[in-house]
């Protein structure tokens, strides 16, 4: 069975401070993810995704990712967050035809 | 602006009740899902559907069923409402490349419904 393992739960940051979020997951075989991001009172959307090629894969708001097969990881990084990318961040793994996400980072932005 | 809808957005019911959740897509998606996430904790597929008239269960067993009579319509059902189903419920939708082949493309999701059991 697949899994992802989100290491922080709450994290909270000065504006203009970097970001990275650990995403780990296990999985026998080829795996496609994703960093998904919700903000308050709104739905999941999709940050960036990796399915093949480089590892190092840009997403949206200046999001970028590193898919390092040897430590199945996937960890998400931003130089500069802003007070606006105060959000939930999931990380998701698919393996096969099944979606597994992790229970998610709350993270605040301060000004 | 969401392509998938679901409704309601929260809702407090007493135990016993049936309760019909709703999720609607305008994208024509194929694949729909359901998801059921307690606070803190990871999200798990309860149910998911490939077509009209497919359904299946996900891993996480539910009692709710499930039906797919139009391609842009999934909703869950609970016969009898109880304490236990108490969490948030997020639909899902899933469509195809232009080759009509359906791998790597990401899920859409609802806003969720926040489901409250008294």
């Known amino acids: 069975a697949q899994s992802v393992s989100q290491h922080n739960h709450h994290v909270i940051l000065s504006e203009a401070a970097s970001l990275e979020l650990g995403c780990n997951y296990s999985?026998?075989?080829?795996?496609?993810l994703f960093w998904y991001v919700q903000y308050p009172g709104q739905h999941l959307q999709l940050l960036l995704k990796?399915?093949?090629?480089?590892?190092l894969v840009k997403g949206i708001k200046g999001f970028e990712a590193e898919f390092i097969k040897s430590k199945f990881s996937f960890n998400l990084r931003k130089p500069s967050v802003q007070w606006s990318d105060t959000a939930e961040y999931f990380c998701?793994?698919?393996?096969?035809?099944?979606?597994?996400f992790g229970t998610g980072t709350q993270l605040k932005v301060e000004l | 602006e969401a392509d998938i809808y679901q409704t309601p957005r929260y809702l407090v019911i007493g135990t016993g009740k049936k309760i019909t959740l709703e999720c609607s897509q305008t994208?024509?998606?194929?694949?729909m899902y359901w998801y059921q996430q307690d606070p803190g904790m990871e999200l798990h597929l309860i149910h998911y559907?490939?077509?009209?008239?497919?359904?299946e269960k996900g891993d996480l067993s539910s009692e709710s069923t499930v039906s797919r009579i139009r391609t842009e319509h999934f909703p869950l059902t609970l016969e009898s409402a109880r304490p236990s189903h108490t969490s948030q419920y997020l639909c899902?939708?899933?469509?195809?490349?232009?080759?009509?082949?359906?791998?790597?493309?990401?899920?859409?999701f609802g806003d969720g419904t926040r489901l409250s059991i008294l």
């Open positions: 999985y026998g075989g080829t795996v496609n």
């Open positions: 998701a793994v698919r393996g096969g035809n099944k979606l597994t």
């Open positions: 559907s490939y077509g009209v008239n497919s359904t």
């Open positions: 899902a939708s899933r469509g195809q490349n232009r080759d009509g082949m359906t791998p790597n493309q990401p899920q859409h």
């Open positions: 994208m024509g998606h194929d694949k």
């Open positions: 990796y399915f093949s090629g480089d590892p």
